[in-house]
């Protein structure tokens, strides 16, 4: 995920992660075009969700939530993100690449309030 929004630069990079609804367990992830193409704004293009959606269920998965980056800001939603958040059961990754090394956090969006979520990486 990181490479993919590295390799977006400048504009924000986005893609969309999967996993079991039951869990907070994410198993794939899915680079997708920002039909924005803004360096402060991301759009998921809607043939990539529909390919990430078709590739989650043929692994018994389903898209749980997107990601995107910050290329100027903090790791943190923005007020656009909350507003545009577009389900209460996803989560919301954001990678910020304000400085060298990128920080990356995890959210829930429920009726405009922000949770972070505690992220652990498996080897």
């Known amino acids: 995920m990181i490479a993919h929004v590295i390799d977006s630069l400048p504009q924000e990079g986005c893609g969309l992660i999967a996993g079991d609804p039951s869990s907070t367990v994410v198993s794939k ?3 997708a075009t ?6 402060k704004l991301y759009s ?5 969700f529909l390919k990430a959606d078709r590739q989650a269920q043929a692994s018994g998965l ?3 939530g997107v990601f995107h980056s910050h290329t100027k ?4 939603p923005s007020p656009t993100d909350i507003e545009l958040a577009p389900d209460p059961n996803w989560h919301y990754v954001i990678i910020s690449l304000r400085h060298s ?5 995890s959210f829930r969006i429920v009726q405009g309030e922000v ?5 652990e990486v498996d080897q």
Do not use: C, G, K, Q
Request: cysteine-free; glycine content about 0%; proline content about 10%.
């Open 29 to 31: 992830w899915f680079p």
């Open 34 to 39: 920002n039909l924005e193409r803004s360096a």
């Open 44 to 48: 998921v293009d809607p043939m990539d």
């Open 62 to 64: 389903e898209v749980v």
């Open 73 to 76: 800001s903090d790791a943190y």
């Open 101 to 105: 090394d990128p920080v990356i956090r």
């Open 115 to 119: 949770e972070e979520e505690t992220i």
